[in-house]
Structures are given as structure tokens and as C-alpha cells.
């Protein structure tokens, strides 16, 4: 009888330690799925934002950008297959009408109005941003993790949508420059957007601060500073003075190293996550 009781007592014992060693596995492959899903999303969002700024360029007169955005494309097109392949991933709502309408802006991309090129890739890109947040939940699930790195909300919230306004400044700043004009509504968009980059950069950087390590503290040092430039820049250059001289090539230059700027912060609090694995 004691026999058989050790015998039971210690399948138990076997079981429960197989059992808490196959959920940490688990939740270590969930974990990493889903942070492969949100670097593959957030390079796949800087694609689409940059598209949208040289489609706008284009569609102002500058031909030159066409390679560009033809290599753009079919980055974006890789990026998808790549996405694709994940089979919780791919059969989410927002991918599919994203993977439904991509094409279609793709292939009447240099037909577009200005307004309707710019409307359609904002429209995917806050497709993409809020499937950020569906697999960023996906990680959130798992529990062992650090108190800290689950407090890291911003890395997939405040911390993209500040770097899709100031894409979305890009795109109506080169053509406010691009026609050396700006009208209320663009005016008054661009009052909104510097506000939005102001306050969604600010809330990250400071959520960041408190649980930054050297690198973190560098890059934030790095993106305030772009993001207090760019700022600036379309206070005193599009929004203020009454005749638009500022040149489209360089503050294209600029909201794009800001962004990138900002990106690179992002990705260096995912990779922290990582490290934790």
C-alpha cells in the first residue's frame, strides 16, 4: 500500500513539474510570437508612412520619388507574406480588410488626389496600429514577466501613434512647402498633429524615463530633442508666417529622422522585453 501511494505520489510530483515547465514554455512562444508580430507590424507601419509621404510628393509634381515608391511597394508586399504566415495573426478582421484594400491603393496609387492618397494610407496604417495593440495584448498574458516590462504600455500605444502623427504632419507639410501655400484646414490640422506630437511623445518619454536603462536614456535624450525640433519647426515655418519658404526636401528630412528617432526607441524597448525570455 505505501508502495503504491510513493508510486502515485511521485507520477503527481513528475506531472506537475512536466505541467509548470510546458506552460513556461508556452508562454515563452506566445511571448516571442508576439513580439515578432509587432516588429514585423511596426516596420511594416514605417513602410506604409513613408510611402504616404513620397506618394504625396509625387502626387505634387516630383517624379523622382517614383523608384522609391515602387521599392517601397514591394517591401510593403514582403512585409505582408510575412504577416500572413502567422496563423492566429492573419485571421484577425483588421488584417483582412487591410490585405483587401492595400492592393487597391497600390494599384491606383499615382492616380490618387493628394487628399484621397493620404486619407487611404492613414485609414491603413490605424488599421495596423490598433492590430499592434491586439498582439501586444497577446504578451500581456503572460505573466511572468517582470512588473515593470508589463507596465510598458506605451511601446505599443502612445509611443507608435506619436510617430504616426508626425508622419501624418510629413505628409501635409511637404505639400503645404511643395505649394508655398497653406490653407485653414491645413492649418488647423497641423495645429492638431503638433499638439498630439507633443503630448503622445511627451506621456512616452516620461513613462520610459523611470524605467530606462543607459541605452533607453540615451535614445530618449535623442527623440526629445527631434521631436522639440520638429516642433518647432512647424509652429515657426507652416503654421505662423503668412508665405510658406520652407523646403520640402528638408523637412521631409527632418519629421523623417524624428520618426526615426523614435522608432529606434521602440525597438530597443522591444528588444529589453526580449532579454527577458
Same mark, same amino acid.
Given at each position: ?13 513528475? &506531472? ?13 512562444? $506566445? ?11 511596426? #516596420?511594416? +507601419?514605417?513602410?506604409?508612412?513613408? %510611402? =504616404? ?40 478582421? $483588421? @488584417?483582412? #480588410?487591410?490585405?483587401? /484594400? ?18 487611404? /494610407? ?7 496600429? =490598433? ?7 497577446? @504578451?500581456?498574458?503572460? %505573466?511572468?514577466?517582470?512588473?515593470? +516590462? ?5 511601446? @505599443?500605444?502612445?509611443?507608435?501613434? &506619436? ?5 501624418? &504632419? =510629413? ?6 512647402a511643395s505649394s ?43 527623440? =526629445? ?18 508665405d510658406i519658404n +520652407? ?13 526615426? #528617432?523614435?522608432? #529606434? ?6 528588444? $529589453?522585453?526580449? &532579454?527577458?525570455?
Amino acid at each position: 500500500m505505501l508502495e503504491t501511494f510513493t508510486i502515485i505520489l511521485t507520477v503527481l510530483i513528475f &506531472a506537475l513539474v512536466f505541467v509548470r515547465a510546458y506552460t513556461r514554455i508556452t508562454d515563452r512562444i $506566445r511571448l516571442i510570437r508576439a513580439l515578432d508580430v509587432i516588429t514585423q507590424l511596426r #516596420s511594416l +507601419i514605417g513602410n506604409l508612412q513613408r %510611402h =504616404r509621404g513620397l506618394s504625396v510628393g509625387y502626387l505634387n509634381g516630383n517624379l523622382r520619388v517614383e523608384p522609391l515608391i515602387i521599392e517601397l511597394r514591394q517591401k510593403i508586399d514582403l512585409g505582408i507574406v510575412n504577416l500572413d504566415k502567422d496563423d492566429v495573426f492573419n485571421k484577425q478582421s $483588421r @488584417w483582412l #480588410s487591410f490585405i483587401d /484594400h492595400w492592393p487597391r491603393l497600390e494599384k491606383n496609387g499615382f492616380s490618387l488626389t493628394i487628399a484621397e492618397s493620404f486619407t487611404q /494610407h492613414t485609414s491603413l496604417i490605424e488599421n495596423l496600429l =490598433r492590430l499592434m495593440e491586439v498582439a501586444a495584448d497577446d @504578451w500581456k498574458k503572460t %505573466h511572468k514577466l517582470p512588473r515593470e +516590462i508589463l507596465d510598458l504600455q506605451c511601446i @505599443w500605444k502612445e509611443l507608435p501613434m &506619436a510617430v504616426e502623427f508626425i508622419g501624418q &504632419a =510629413r505628409s501635409i507639410g511637404i505639400a503645404v512647402a511643395s505649394s508655398g501655400e497653406i490653407t485653414n484646414m491645413d492649418k488647423n490640422k497641423l495645429k492638431y498633429l503638433e499638439q498630439k506630437i507633443q503630448e503622445y511623445s511627451m506621456t512616452s518619454f516620461s513613462l520610459l524615463a523611470g524605467l530606462s536603462n543607459e541605452e533607453s536614456k540615451r535614445l530618449i535624450v535623442e527623440a =526629445r530633442n527631434a521631436c522639440k525640433i520638429l516642433t518647432g519647426t512647424i509652429k515657426q515655418e507652416l503654421i505662423q508666417p503668412t508665405d510658406i519658404n +520652407i523646403d520640402g526636401d528638408s523637412y521631409f528630412t527632418m519629421a523623417s529622422n524624428t520618426m526615426e #528617432s523614435m522608432n #529606434s526607441l521602440l525597438d530597443n524597448e522591444i528588444k $529589453r522585453i526580449k &532579454a527577458y525570455t
